[in-house]
């Protein structure tokens, strides 16, 4: 099957839903490391976050490297401590080749500035912390067809999928 625009591809069956609600103060890239680990998930997508925050640390893309992988000089981030309400919040969980679980999410937040809403969104790192509440929604995946390793190309974390992969060089 010569498929054009696609790289790699797989399926896998949706065990359940996951919901939680992070504590005040929290950050929220760990409150959702933690809450994957109390519940055993391995493997998952985010599908939803929304609530405010109190201070939100966006990474992003400011320019495409000459050769990988991605360093903090091809970054730019941006720290914004304000209130915040979390619009969206989407990523993928999946068990590392080498052991420990990788969560891979972006989120976008709007905040008034000149009396104005402006929305901002990148990667989502440590740094981000919740402010009044946030809920999170996580599709939890059956373990053993996702995995996390190391991309040829970009020399960084990606997703793989173990059952019916296509890959293409």
């Known amino acids: ?37 109390a519940e055993g998930v391995r493997a998952g997508v985010i599908v939803s976050g929304l609530g405010a925050l109190k ?21 730019l981030y941006l ?9 969206s919040l989407a990523g993928w969980i999946a068990p590392k080749t080498g052991g420990g679980v990788e969560v891979h999410a972006h989120y976008s937040a ?15 790192t ?16 059956t373990d053993g067809g996702v995995y996390a390793d190391k991309d040829q190309k970009t020399k960084s974390f990606d997703i793989f999928w173990k059952h019916n992969p296509i890959e293409f060089s």
């Open 126 to 141: 440590e740094g981000t912390i919740c402010g009044i509440k946030v809920v999170v929604a996580i599709l939890v995946l």
């Open 79 to 87: 720290e914004v401590t304000a209130p915040m309400e979390l619009v």
């Open 55 to 75: 201070k939100a640390l966006f990474r992003n893309l400011k320019c495409f490297p000459k050769s990988y992988p991605v360093t903090s000089k091809d970054r």
């Open 1 to 37: 099957m010569g498929l054009k625009f696609i790289e790699c591809i797989g399926s896998q069956n949706i065990e359940r839903l996951v919901q939680f609600r992070v504590k005040p103060d929290a950050d929220l890239l760990e409150a959702i490391e933690e809450a994957m680990k």
């Open 110 to 124: 709007s905040t008034v500035e000149n009396d104005k809403v402006v929305t901002l969104g990148g990667h989502l």
